[in-house]
């Protein structure tokens, strides 16, 4: 009895493909075949199986409702960190700013600092010079026994602390500018300094064309302007001082100055006495060429 009953049962079943129909518009499927009888809709699996997958489609739906809810969750702790963060930024700007504006105030006053302790080795030299001469008128015959100091050592000495304060100013300027401490200057760190001429200082300081500048470079590139602006400035001076008397008055200096002669007076002559000597107008041509006033022609 048994054999034959799992004999009819065997007969009466089949092995169907993905594909194969029992009936029209009827398919039986689990996965690489489909095991099913004839005439039955029923899984070879039983109820178990088809409750098994209800029971993943409604987790399915559950899991999606859940990573829903998350998403607009984090969205609107994301919307909430923008709206703290956003003031937080305006205010960094703003302090930003203010710390530009103030280290460009720093610089203009360092910038008139030094050029007043250039204005002193000036009249300190004028002065020297001054009471030189006028030893030297007061002994007469006997002044060479007192050896006064020459014109010429005051103005060797006199060239040689300018030269000292505009190298410490030059040094002093680079690192400000230098932000990231790597002792180098780009473009945009030699605007700080150099202003609109940042350009220029850049071609004709980079000696080995690395495009940056070194402290050395600066501070090179800073005296050769200065030497070559003293230079131009003594010629000038010398074809002004139509009497040779060693003094530019302002008729005289119009000749070199034009429309700007008066403001040149004003500035240039530190000790108030009215007219310009070679020192005086030197000094102050090479005092506008170190802070970028004026470049070399």
């Known amino acids: 009895k048994l054999r034959s009953h799992f004999s009819s049962r065997s007969e009466r079943s089949s092995f169907k493909m993905v594909g194969d129909y029992d009936e029209p518009g009827r398919q039986y499927s689990n996965g690489r075949g489909v095991w099913g009888s004839q005439g039955s809709n029923r899984s070879p699996f039983g109820s178990q199986a088809m409750h098994s997958q209800g029971m993943h489609g409604s987790h399915g739906k559950h899991d999606f409702d859940k990573y829903s809810g998350e998403l607009n969750q984090m969205r609107k702790v994301k919307q909430t960190v923008f709206d703290l963060l956003e003031p937080l930024e305006q205010k960094l700007q703003q302090r930003g700013q203010a710390l530009e504006r103030q280290r460009a105030d720093l ?3 360092r910038e008139r600092v030094q050029s007043r302790r250039e204005e002193l080795i000036t009249l300190r030299a ?9 030893t030297a008128a007061r002994y007469g015959i006997w002044a060479c026994c007192i050896r006064p100091t020459n014109e010429r050592a005051i103005e060797i000495e006199s060239r040689k602390e300018r030269r000292r304060e505009i190298a410490n100013y030059a040094k002093e300027a680079f690192e400000g500018a230098d932000e990231n401490d790597d002792r180098e200057l780009t473009l945009e760190e030699l605007r700080q300094i150099e202003g609109e001429n940042a350009e220029i200082v850049m071609m004709e300081a980079d000696v080995n064309g690395d495009g ?3 402290k050395r470079e600066y ?4 005296i050769h302007v200065a ?3 003293g230079r131009q400035a003594r010629r000038a001076f010398n074809s002004a001082d139509l009497n040779n008397d060693k003094e530019l008055t302002i008729e005289e200096l119009r000749v070199i100055e034009g429309d700007n002669a008066e403001t040149v007076m004003r ?3 530190v000790d108030r006495g009215g007219s310009l000597s070679k020192r005086e107008y030197v000094d102050y041509k090479i005092r506008k060429a170190a802070h970028g006033a004026l470049r070399l022609r």
Do not use: F
């Not at 004028?126 to 006028?134: D, I, P, R, V, Y």
């Not at 501070?219 to 800073?222: G, L």
């Open 107 to 109: 610089h203009a006053q």
């Open 126 to 134: 004028e002065l020297e010079q001054q009471m030189a001469a006028a």
């Open 212 to 214: 940056v500048l070194s």
């Open 219 to 222: 501070v090179n590139y800073k």
């Open 227 to 229: 030497k070559q602006v």
């Open 267 to 269: 500035e240039a002559d």
